[in-house]
């Protein structure tokens, strides 16, 4: 009788787990559906994210077969060759079996290579750079904050061209990028590795010292968007945080107006010893043009 109570007790706790899942996923918003479609993505915002997006899909469906066979084989194992009761010992062992050596060590490196070359494919076509960008920032992120810098395509090797703003550590910086229109990233530091990550447009940049790199990219949707840095790079790391407005060309030509009406024409490349507080009480030093 009382395991017939335990089993009752157990469908029962069952039972209610599955109601509470059923009404936990029906709780959930359409915005939070969505994401769960795509695998915890947020919603994408650049050209470059459906490419990424079909690809990091796509990687965890192969992830999930190879699992589902590994794990399958592992079961089918322990039922087939579990010992029995009345067997007089354990299952025949078998130390070695040429044919199962070769196959499981040709198999990985299949799946390896056709992921390699796919990987390859995706990183091609994702930083894809046409040499004609509507739109050029340099970015600089330096000790603790961003810097951008939007230059006049027309006079680009004129560092006085262009306007810029500068974050500080009590003062969110924003980028302004226009809709639809192709914007090249010039991104470096002056100090310390960090890392341009913007999740919506499914694209990160390592910002190397020394090694400045650029990549292409275009805004699709119009919307305020989080930007960060990925790499942890030091004490004051969290506050390496910008926002990003995709709006009208018309809006974002009415920013660097305000931009170059509070005198930020030129350049500021965000040098660390005006940034670089780690040890001290945060205080903001603007570089000025140069």
């Not at 769960?36 to 192969?62: H, T």
């Not at 790079?233 to 974002?252: N, Q, R």
């Amino acid at each position: 009788m009382g395991l017939k109570d335990s089993g009752a007790r157990r469908g029962r706790l069952l039972a209610s787990a599955a109601v509470l899942g059923v009404f936990g996923l029906a709780g959930c918003s359409a915005e939070t559906s969505a994401q769960w479609s795509r695998l915890g993505l947020p919603e994408a915002a650049s050209d470059r994210a459906p490419v990424m997006g079909e690809f990091w899909i796509n990687m965890w469906i192969a992830a999930m077969a190879i699992g589902i066979l590994v794990w399958g084989l592992i079961g089918w194992t322990v039922i087939a060759y579990r010992r029995r009761a009345g067997d007089p010992q354990a299952p025949r062992q078998t130390r070695m079996n040429l044919p199962m050596e070769i196959l499981y060590t040709t198999v990985p490196f299949l799946i390896i290579g056709v992921i390699f070359y796919w990987t390859i494919r995706v990183q091609n076509e994702v930083q894809h750079d046409s040499g004609n960008s509507d739109v050029v920032v340099d970015v600089v992120g330096q000790k603790w904050s961003w810097t951008f810098n939007y230059k006049d395509t027309a006079r680009l090797d004129d560092p006085t061209a262009g306007v810029y703003d500068v974050g500080t550590m009590e003062q969110t910086p924003t980028l302004y990028l226009p809709v639809n229109k192709s914007v090249r990233f010039n991104v470096s530091s002056p100090d310390v590795i960090h890392s341009f990550w913007v999740p919506a447009f499914y694209f990160k940049r390592d910002v190397i010292p020394g090694q400045p790199s650029s990549f292409e990219l275009t805004p699709t949707k119009e919307g305020t968007y989080a930007g960060k840095c990925a790499e942890l790079c030091g004490t004051y790391h969290s506050l390496m945080i910008f926002d990003v407005k995709v709006v009208s060309e018309a809006e974002y030509e009415q920013h660097l107006q305000s931009l170059a009406d509070a005198g930020r024409t030129g350049s500021a490349m965000g040098h660390a010893d005006q940034h670089d507080i780690e040890g001290a009480d945060p205080e903001h030093k603007e570089e000025g043009p140069r």
